[in-house]
């Protein structure tokens, strides 16, 4: 076939698949057989893979995934991405109702009503109809690109129907993965060894956030479009119900459960019906939105920092529902926290089966009296672990002795000891359980964001004894790794490369890796940009911590805890040993000379070794990383350089010799 001839069969090709895709997926309607629609797509697949130059983004073939990306890089929104006041008291409602009122001055508000999904929100931008980027909410002003997962999705247009399509449209709406597709992904996951998603919110998470979109194509997604953040070249609609008819026209699926209220009394009954109604649905939903139809009236009572004034979340009160306990047991958490947790008969709450809840610590569990064999209330509400609400008497029934929390760690036998509420295993990282956790959190994202690593593969590797410590990372080596299920020479080779990555790290992302208790991301910044560097944050005093705005007397007992122990002074330094080199904050490097510069070193450097060198460009505010690019500032080439040398070469990076390094960092 002729190219101009491919290229027509192409464009009809993917109008027809377009078209059926849309009676699939938007209006429920399929018009042909799944043979035949997939005869559709392995034509177009043969004509493309014949023709790659007239392969498009908005080519239907781009919905089964694109090869795996590196990272998730930043995108800003074109608006901020506002979130929702939210209360379950119909009075609260009554009483937003009033506010608006008086603003507007009207005795009477039109509402819409609509549910509130339980999924992730995304901005969708579409410059010239055609689907650009994708993004998830992050903190509202900038989220994650996640442009080839939401291509995946089935029911987010590749291209917008109408003809001519606005310059620039971007969409807000909820990214969710449908209950009984949930229960199935669950399943396969358990049949796998893998443990399985707590709700169907994490589950849509977790396949957005995947770097390699071919994942997220097997976990089938759907869309909700609900909003038009952004409009250029077209009439923005005047009310939010126009809103919703301009995005059915433009190919957005819409759930039709949503209603237009004259005042708020028909928007609190329409809670009332979906809190009856919600279990039907196919789709998790936590409540349902009451919004100023009106658009002129939206911008007339404006929005605050976090929140529109004219919209309100009414959620559903949690979801409760009777079961026994057959055992309580207590699992032993990163910071050595025992939970003690009720095992239950399984039961459905609301389309999730929940077989497991937590009894937050023996305080709680005291208060509540629960024992094995007690019949009790759990909730469930939204992305919260379920809970036991109370235990609920059964006449006449012989109940087992009180449940008291262990003297001794039941993962390894330590001491366990009282603090507060809570009570806590005393064997720090030798306990197996406390290491494991420790491990994940080390690599995890953002900590040293080692990929390539789960928690199924840490387990593995501790009960192998091939971890004993987080420095142990850096001492693990091809051969043990190939011995160690699911893993081949690629995915060896990439877990070491990405642990050589993570040896440059922040120095806030480093002090957060060590999981000192009560140091979350935000505490380690602050400590990381008030020390500059670890041993200063380590010699810190608790009087000198407090005197940080926003770090208290609990926080700071705990970093100077920390800090006292010898085992994690050792850890600390096996790691620096283990060549990884904390970076300072770069607003505090901005002043020193190498400050922006980034250095590769290859071959033997004999003079100095690999880690001193590296120590001393991050003295001077410069970076080390391990592979050249056209961004790399410096090659220093030792003896026998490899293929950095010529690569360098070939890019023109600046080649240094070690002495010209030395003269360098010494300052001539
Ligand atoms: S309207 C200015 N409508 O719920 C905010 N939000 O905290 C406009 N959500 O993350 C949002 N379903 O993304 C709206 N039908 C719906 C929604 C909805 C779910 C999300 C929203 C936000 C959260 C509220």
């Known amino acids: 076939m002729d190219k101009r001839l491919a290229n027509s069969r192409i464009a009809e090709l993917r109008k027809r698949i377009e078209k059926h895709d849309r009676l699939y997926y938007i209006d429920n309607d399929p018009k042909i057989s799944d043979a035949a629609y997939d005869e559709l797509r392995r034509e177009l697949e043969g004509l493309e893979k014949a023709f790659p130059e007239l392969v498009t983004d908005d080519s239907p073939t781009k919905r089964v995934g694109a090869p795996p990306r590196s990272s998730l890089p930043p995108a800003e929104h074109l608006m901020p991405m506002l979130s929702l006041d939210s209360t379950t008291s119909a009075d609260e409602a009554r009483a937003f109702d009033e506010r608006l009122r008086k603003a507007l001055e009207k005795d009477s508000v039109a509402y819409t009503a609509e549910p509130k999904f339980d999924g992730l929100s995304l901005e969708l931008v579409y410059e010239n109809g055609l689907l650009t980027r994708a993004a998830t909410r992050g903190d509202g002003t900038t989220g994650e690109d996640v442009t080839p997962n939401v291509r995946t999705i089935r029911s987010v247009p590749l291209r917008l129907l109408s003809d001519p399509a606005p310059e620039l449209m971007s969409v807000r709406g909820e990214a969710l993965l449908p209950l009984n597709r949930f229960r199935e992904l669950n399943r396969r996951m358990t049949e796998r060894g893998e443990p399985g998603f707590a709700n169907p919110r994490n589950a849509a998470a977790g396949a957005l956030r995947q770097l390699d979109s071919r994942i997220t194509a097997t976990r089938p997604l759907t869309f909700f479009a609900y909003e038009i953040m952004k409009m250029e070249g077209a009439l923005s609609p005047e009310t939010h119900a126009g809103e919703l008819a301009v995005l059915t026209g433009h190919g957005f699926l819409i759930d039709y459960h949503w209603k237009e209220c004259d005042g708020i009394e028909e928007a609190i009954a329409f809670h009332a019906r979906l809190t009856d109604a919600r279990d039907e649905l196919p789709f998790e939903i936590d409540g349902v939105v009451i919004a100023v139809d009106s658009k002129r009236a939206r911008l007339a009572v404006g929005s605050r920092s976090r ?9 559903f009160e949690p979801r409760k529902e009777l079961t026994d306990v057959e055992d309580i047991v207590v699992g032993v958490g990163r910071t050595g926290k025992l939970t003690p947790v009720a095992l239950l008969k399984p039961v459905d709450v609301g389309g999730v089966t929940v077989s497991r809840a937590t009894l937050h610590n023996a305080r709680d569990l005291e208060r509540k009296d629960v024992r094995p064999g007690d019949r009790v209330r759990i909730k469930r509400a939204g992305d919260v672990i379920p809970a036991v609400v109370e235990r609920i008497p059964v006449e006449g029934q012989k109940r087992k002795e009180p449940f008291a929390m262990p003297d001794v760690c039941p993962v390894c036998g330590s001491a366990v000891e009282a603090e507060g509420a809570n ?14 956790r420790g491990i994940m959190h080390f690599v995890s994202k953002g900590a040293f964001d080692i990929d390539g690593i789960g928690g199924r593969t840490i387990e593995s590797m501790v009960d192998l004894g091939m971890l004993d410590s987080v420095a142990d990372l850096f001492r693990l080596d091809r051969e043990r790794l190939l011995e160690l299920e699911g893993f081949a020479e690629k995915s060896a080779d990439n877990l070491l490369e990405a642990i050589e990555r993570s040896k440059d790290v922040e120095l806030a992302r480093f002090i957060y890796a060590l999981g000192i208790r009560n140091v979350g991301e935000h505490v380690a910044g602050l400590l990381a940009m008030q020390y500059g560097s670890l041993d200063a944050a380590a010699a810190a005093t608790e009087e000198e911590l407090t005197g940080i705005h926003e770090i208290g007397p609990e926080v700071a007992a ?18 620096i040993a283990q060549g990884v080199s904390p970076r300072p904050p770069e607003k505090m490097t901005a002043d020193l000379p190498l400050a922006g510069k980034t250095f590769v070193f290859t071959g033997t450097l004999e003079a100095i070794t690999r880690n001193e060198a590296k120590r001393r460009v991050q003295g001077l505010g410069g970076r080390v990383s391990s592979s050249v690019s056209a961004k790399t500032d410096y090659v220093v080439a030792g003896n026998d350089p490899g293929s950095k040398y010529e690569k360098a070469v070939r890019l023109c990076v600046t080649v240094l010799s070690i002495d010209d390094f030395l003269s360098l960092v010494e300052g001539d």
């Open 307 to 315: 929140s529109p004034r004219w919209a309100l979340a009414l959620k």
């Open 558 to 575: 705990s970093v100077t805890g920390f800090f006292a122990n010898e085992r994690n002074r050792g850890t600390v330094k096996d790691l």
């Open 423 to 436: 009570h806590y295993c005393t064997g720090g990282l030798s306990c197996p359980a406390q290491l494991k």
